[in-house]
């Protein structure tokens, strides 16, 4: 499922954090990344038939580094409102398969995007 992609977003995560500036290199950079959570959100579509639980898992560490680079990064943030539709139809389909009452996303400022997801117990 898109691990190396998660390494490959790490590694990005960790430079970006040593450059404080926001320069045209930066926003390259932001360019980078994006790509790379939409790589990781194309695996997670594939990922979540296979194994629903693991594809959640995969979207709540994606959104973790989504955050932490929107904070850092706000060139980041122009790809935020199609993340936002890719999220929704991601959630979607996950919830159906691990058999979830119901889930939201939120947006916050300063930027932050937050998941949460419900189950009702079963009689």
């Known amino acids: 499922m898109g691990s190396s992609h998660l390494d490959e977003l ?8 040593k450059d404080e500036s926001i320069t045209t290199e930066q926003k390259e950079f932001a360019e980078d990344v994006a790509a790379k959570i939409d790589k990781i959100m194309d ?3 594939s990922s979540i038939v296979t194994d629903p ?7 709540l560490l ?3 580094y989504l ?6 990064n706000p060139f980041v943030l122009k790809h935020l409102e199609k993340w936002a539709k890719r999220l929704k139809k991601l959630l979607d389909n996950i919830a159906n398969k691990i ?10 400022t300063p930027f932050s995007v937050s998941i949460s997801v419900s189950f009702k117990a079963k009689p």
Do not use: H, P, R
């Open 99 to 108: 058999d979830a009452d119901g889930f939201s996303i939120g947006v916050s």
């Open 53 to 59: 639980q693991a594809a959640f898992s995969q979207l």
């Open 67 to 72: 955050n932490a680079f929107g904070a850092k």
């Open 43 to 45: 695996d997670l579509d």
């Open 62 to 64: 994606t959104v973790s």
């Open 10 to 17: 790490n590694e990005y995560y960790v430079k970006m954090v």
